[in-house]
């Protein structure tokens, strides 16, 4: 009797080991071919830190990787927006200052509105073949490189002397890590793109 219950014990260990193991390794897997991907992007230090955490929805699948990014950036252009919005209300702002924040805001909400395309696009191309699935591609690398150019313009608004400062600097932080995940985002849909 007792031997019987020591191997049942030890074998519901076993069992327990076994698939503890399972989402670790998938988990694994996972992270694996986030940093695979991400190897190929600009910044892809701040790709694999940017999606990790989205990993159980990305599996190994890059569409679903594509789909992370683009949602990732555009949650990004989403809060930079408001946190631009909150810098124009700072009294004391100069002229230049006040005209600069104010592009930039204009320059993001074209930025999250292409972004929100792209995401609404890539989400509901379902499984389109051929020139469909060309046609749905052609269309986000299009939104996300003009989001991308509109981000830059915002941080372009900030050049030259008069411009100096805490909030220069603290909006071009913001706006350039938008960009920064943008330009990842670009690039793992090109990755999808080409793997079709």
């Given at each position: 009797m007792a031997r019987t219950s020591l191997i049942f014990l030890l074998l519901s260990l076993l069992y327990i080991a076994c698939q503890a193991r399972s989402p670790t390794a998938a988990s694994s897997r996972t992270s694996n071919f986030i940093k695979a991907s991400c190897s190929a992007t600009k910044y892809p230090a701040l790709c694999v830190q940017s999606l990790a955490a989205l990993a159980p929805s990305i599996q190994q699948s890059p569409r679903q990787l594509a789909q992370a990014a683009l949602s990732v950036s555009l949650d990004r252009a989403k809060s930079t927006q408001e946190f631009v919005t909150k810098m124009k209300k700072f009294k004391g702002l100069?002229?230049?200052e006040y005209e600069a924040i104010k592009d930039c805001i204009e320059e993001l909400s074209e930025s999250v509105d292409r972004l929100s395309k792209s995401v609404q696009e890539l989400k509901h191309m379902g499984q389109a073949k051929g020139q469909d699935?060309?046609?749905h591609v052609s269309n986000v690398e299009t939104w996300?490189?003009?989001a991308l150019t509109d981000e830059n313009t915002c941080v372009d608004g900030?050049?030259?002397r008069g411009m100096d400062g805490k909030m220069k600097a603290s909006i071009r932080g913001h706006v350039i890590n938008?960009?920064?995940v943008?330009?990842?985002a670009l690039s793992l849909v090109n990755q999808f793109a080409s793997k079709q």
């Open positions: 100069k002229k230049r699935f060309l046609w996300v490189s003009a900030f050049a030259g938008v960009a920064q943008t330009s990842n």
